[in-house]
């Protein structure tokens, strides 16, 4: 077995790296608000501490975030809890936006599922699910706004476990639901936690009451405690009791009930990431496994985002720490570009608050000013040839050109798109022939957001037209016999993405099936890798 440095491993293990995920509406962002109420990051939900700015989700930052009530970028936030460094990143929950998260959901440990207990299992919550079983991600499940009227706790176990595939162990169990939401059971602990409506549940100390068999829960509740005490019954002979190795492989859940927007049950997610989720993992680095408490430094770049600071159109690339030790002006190797850069003035985030970082170990997630060597997918070391995998971008099956009202802002437009291709927010692509510009997206929210940030970041008021594209393939070709015959045969249909990558564009499925029956030869991919070369 290795030895690593003490103080190495002590870091590492204090860390808990997770992402939440959700539907829309299900309540994802209150909960980031609440968690960072909970760790002391803010002092208001809504509010950065020591700001009396507008309140609005600290966690939607961008403008457009506000203006629509909704997250379409993902968050970055570090806050201290219990001994323990939490760093939370907030995924979109909107499906349009559905590649951001994936990205996201490569950089964490565990993630939090956040469902609605009116509403159940949703689409998205599917496909996010879906994403996070690629990487066997642990998974805590919130039951979410028991303050409202929803569905029976064990229809809702029933639907969670029968169409997301995978086993639940109830933590908590509430009493009473609507406006006879009354707490929650403990089932470890065997205690109610009582809740009490428009109470600051953050601040004061939730009133505990000890035994399911104690005459004061009759004495308080006498119209809900029969049920309660039927279904902890019902419980403990028919769902699985916690298994912390099942959880940790991706294979069960804990379930916890509450209502984010009282702060009520918050407490409890956390315990459970600080004594459940587990610490920073191995990272597959290609050429070996990494060790997250090894000293050479690793990392790797999982987004790029533009113009968070609008006053500085300043960019920043977020990237992983995946083991050593990060200090101010180190300097460490860009594998893509093969040379060797230095990583000055790296940030750490509180909520949208940033500040210098002065030290980060594997798990936490710091940011670099990116001025054109960094790109998604890049990966960072102390000279190893080393490579992170798994960031894919998927084939886009919505597609617009996009040129701008005035000729004269054609430069303009251009490195508008070039720097949200490579952020991520949009995929580009460059026609072979008429060297226009298309767009690509997975849903039509990513094209209003683009128009958006392109009008008020770049000042360009450009034109989107529909175009006759239905699906992309990225090309690979056994030989340059090959690909010099193709390019010319299929010139009309041929253009590059942001990388610079072949792209074959269909008009239509049944186009995309004749050509690769009569190019038996020629890859056509649906995903590929950020910052792999193709052709």
């Excluded at 790109?375 to 960072?380: E, P």
């Excluded at 490579?387 to 251009?414: C, N, T, V, W």
């Amino acid at each position: 077995m290795p030895t690593f440095p003490a103080d190495q491993l002590r870091d590492v293990e204090r860390r808990r790296t997770f992402a939440i995920i959700s539907h829309p509406d299900a309540g994802k962002t209150t909960l980031t608000e609440k968690l960072l109420l909970f760790g002391g990051a803010i002092q208001l939900a809504g509010t950065v501490k020591a700001r009396k700015s507008a309140r609005h989700a600290t966690s939607d930052w961008m403008e457009v975030e506000k203006q629509r009530g909704i997250s379409v970028s993902s968050s970055v936030m570090q806050f201290e809890y219990d001994g323990h460094v939490i760093n939370l990143l907030d995924t979109p929950g909107h499906q349009d936006f559905s590649e951001d998260t994936y990205r996201v959901l490569t950089a964490v440990d565990a993630a939090v599922m956040v469902v609605d207990a009116a509403k159940g299992v949703e689409a998205q919550t599917i496909k996010l699910l879906e994403v996070c079983r690629l990487r066997d991600t642990p998974i805590i499940t919130f039951v979410n706004k028991l303050d409202r009227e929803v569905r029976a706790p064990m229809e809702l176990i029933g639907e969670i476990e029968s169409i997301l595939g995978i086993d639940c162990a109830p933590i908590t169990w509430p009493l009473g639901q609507g406006k006879a939401f009354r707490g929650v059971w403990h089932l470890l602990q065997e205690q109610l936690l009582r809740f009490r409506p428009g109470e600051a549940h953050a601040g004061g100390e939730t009133e505990l009451i000890e035994g399911l068999g104690n005459p004061k829960l009759d004495a308080l509740f006498p119209l809900e405690i029969g049920q309660l005490r039927e279904d902890v019954e019902l419980i403990r002979g028919a769902s699985p009791s916690f298994d912390h190795g099942a959880f940790l492989a991706g294979r069960q859940t804990p379930v916890f009930f509450g209502s984010g927007i009282n702060n009520f049950g918050v407490r409890e997610i956390l315990r459970a990431l600080i004594e459940w989720a587990p610490a920073p993992q191995p990272r597959d680095g290609g050429a070996r496994l990494v060790q997250p408490a090894e000293a050479p430094f690793t990392g790797f770049v999982f987004k790029i985002q533009a113009n968070m600071d609008p006053k500085h159109r300043d960019r920043i690339a977020f990237f992983r720490v995946c083991s050593g030790r990060y200090a101010p002006g180190m300097k460490v190797r860009h594998q893509r570009v093969g040379r060797e850069i230095k990583l000055a003035n790296a940030l750490t985030f509180m909520a949208n608050e940033r500040v210098a970082s002065e030290d980060a170990v594997a798990g936490d997630i710091s940011g670099n000013h990116n001025h054109g060597p960094w790109q998604i997918g890049d990966t960072l070391t102390e000279g190893e040839a080393l490579g992170f995998r798994g960031i894919p971008y998927f084939a886009p099956e919505l597609f617009r050109s996009a040129r701008p009202r005035d000729p004269f802002r054609a430069k303009q437009l251009e490195k508008g798109l070039q720097e949200l291709g490579e952020e991520g927010a949009i995929q580009v692509f460059r026609t072979a022939l008429g060297n226009s510009l298309l767009l690509g997206a997975v849903g039509v929210l990513q094209f209003e957001i683009v128009a958006h940030r392109l009008a008020t970041e770049y000042k360009v008021d450009a034109l989107y037209d529909a175009a006759a594209i239905s699906t992309a393939r990225w090309l690979t070709y056994p030989d340059e016999a090959v690909r010099r015959e193709f390019e010319r045969e299929q010139a009309a249909a041929l253009a590059s993405d942001v990388d610079g990558n072949p792209v074959f564009l269909a008009a239509n499925k049944y186009n995309l099936q004749v050509t690769q029956e009569r190019w038996p030869r020629v890859g056509f991919h649906a995903t590929r890798e950020h910052g792999e070369r193709l052709g």
